[in-house]
């Protein structure tokens, strides 16, 4: 049972447009949300956090959107770049117990020059 | 800067093979975590553990065991590989904050069990 969703496997973008990555969630418990950025050969890096408490997290070029009635999520990435071409996971987590990170599938992000 | 270190970048190893995969971190974090990553699938939780000589099974730990004998260390061990373990090995720590703290990832070891 995926309680995190990333429908989407992958996503094209025109550098210096906006890229936009979608996260859907099952658990309700769910108080914490994060994403992160992978690349080859690397482990996945850590990008921007939300709360439950907030709709809105800006870090930059990054921001996220939190619609917890829609258990939604969403990563803005704007304008995009070139070196933004990763794969993007969401997390989430209760903020209470043992910190443990239930991830997403990721998402394949392109950024076309 | 957090450094999570992993022993093997890459590891080949036969059917029924013990295989130890170790994990380094240097920021005196008490959680650290073994997740595998597969296609499709994203980042699954094998085992975690928030302090020493303590652990705790995540969503598929079958087929593996853990060990913490050291705060910075925890070591991934697969009793008897099996050709559906090939994988990509991520570990992670993090601190006991009083809230969610972003974890830290090392490499990664991308094993194969022929």
């Known amino acids: 049972d995926q309680q995190v969703k990333q429908n989407s496997p992958s996503l094209s973008v025109q550098e210096g447009r906006i890229s936009i990555l979608n996260c859907d969630y099952t658990?309700?418990?769910?108080?914490?949300f994060l994403w992160y950025k992978k690349y080859p050969a690397e482990g996945p890096t850590f990008l921007i956090s939300?709360?439950?408490?907030?709709d809105k997290n800006e870090d930059g070029r990054f921001t996220v959107f939190l619609n917890k009635s829609a258990k939604h999520l969403s990563l803005h990435i704007v304008p995009s770049q070139p070196g933004d071409s990763a794969v993007y996971f969401c997390?989430?987590?209760?903020?209470?117990?043992?910190?443990?990170?239930?991830f997403g599938q990721g998402t394949r992000l392109t950024i076309n020059p | 800067d957090v450094k999570v270190t992993q022993s093997s970048r890459y590891l080949v190893k036969r059917t029924g093979e013990k295989v130890f995969l170790e994990c380094v971190q240097d920021?005196?974090?008490?959680?650290m975590f073994w997740y595998r990553q597969d296609p499709g699938l994203g980042l699954r939780l094998i085992y975690f553990?928030?302090?020493?000589?303590?652990?705790e099974k995540g969503d598929i730990p079958e087929g593996y065991s853990v060990s913490r004998e050291k705060k910075e260390r925890f070591s991934l061990i697969l009793e008897s590989a099996s050709t559906n373990q090939t994988s990509m090995y991520l570990c992670?720590?993090?601190?006991?904050?009083?809230?969610?703290?972003?974890?830290?990832f090392g490499p990664g070891t991308r094993l194969t069990v022929t």
């Open positions: 553990s928030y302090d020493v000589k303590m652990k």
């Open positions: 997390a989430a987590s209760e903020l209470l117990g043992a910190q443990k990170l239930v």
């Open positions: 992670a720590s993090s601190s006991q904050g009083g809230g969610v703290d972003e974890q830290y």
């Open positions: 658990n309700s418990m769910f108080d914490y």
């Open positions: 920021m005196d974090h008490e959680n």
């Open positions: 939300i709360s439950s408490i907030k």
